[in-house]
């Protein structure tokens, strides 16, 4: 059996409570077991410094400014701690996939391609880098195979743009990230049953039932 670390802005109930609504039934797999971590509250500067549960702080909810990378940094410790523990309890880390919706899937880009390059792989919806992103910066340097990117936007999306999450699909595939853009028309900042669908779908193609281990 393997792990799913599942991560969005919301807290980690929330987040599965509304995955929960959207498909009439719990995100579940015979084979996967589903992590749902919460970010911790802090203040967060686009909402006048008011407490909210995000896994970082930004400057402005832009893809054209300097990224808060203190913050970052500081959850990249946090949910490494997360994916220690299930390495502990037996799971193989190419059987870990994490990805969120979001600020959780910007979140999952860091944490993957900056500081473990060997999970099987990520999943961003509604999500960005910004321009100079400290991904961008780490994967010129990079020789590995990196974990392949399951990414998925809607074209109307009001609060992260569409173009943004174009640019930053781009930007890694030209980095040498193995990646795929689905595209939802009319779609605004919320997740749809279909792109839940493709998502699942596409974490049992990443995390296949193994066969039977011979004792």
């Known amino acids: 059996s393997c792990t799913l670390l599942c991560d969005t802005g919301d807290t ?4 599965r409570t509304w995955i929960k609504q959207i498909l009439n039934q719990d995100m579940a797999f015979q084979h996967i077991k589903v992590i ?5 509250a802090r203040p967060y500067t686009p909402m006048k410094g008011a407490f ?4 970082f702080d930004r400057y402005k909810i832009s893809n054209d400014c300097p990224e808060h990378i203190e913050s970052i ?9 997360l994916i220690n523990d299930e390495i502990k309890n ?5 059987r870990i996939l994490i990805g969120g919706f979001s600020m959780g899937g910007g979140m999952a880009m860091h944490l993957a391609y900056r500081f473990h390059q060997d999970l099987a ?5 509604s999500s960005f880098l910004n321009k100079d992103s400290a991904v961008y910066q780490a994967l010129k340097r990079n020789e590995n195979v990196l974990p392949e990117l399951f990414q998925c936007h809607g074209t109307a ?8 999450g174009e640019e930053t699909n781009k930007m890694l595939k030209s980095l040498g990230v193995s990646t795929s853009l689905h595209t939802f028309p009319n ?3 919320e997740l749809s049953r279909t792109e839940i669908e493709k998502l699942k779908t596409w974490i049992v193609k990443k995390l296949p039932v193994e066969a039977a281990k011979i004792n």
Not at 121 to 125: E, I, T
Not at 157 to 164: A, G, I, R
């Open 121 to 125: 792989g990520v999943f961003a919806l």
């Open 90 to 94: 037996g799971i193989a880390k190419n």
């Open 12 to 15: 980690g109930q929330g987040a």
């Open 157 to 164: 999306d009001e609060l992260v743009l569409y173009s943004w």
């Open 187 to 189: 779609l605004n900042h």
């Open 36 to 40: 749902y971590p919460t970010a911790p």
């Open 52 to 55: 909210s549960t995000v896994w």
């Open 73 to 81: 940094d500081s959850m990249c410790r946090g949910l490494t701690d």
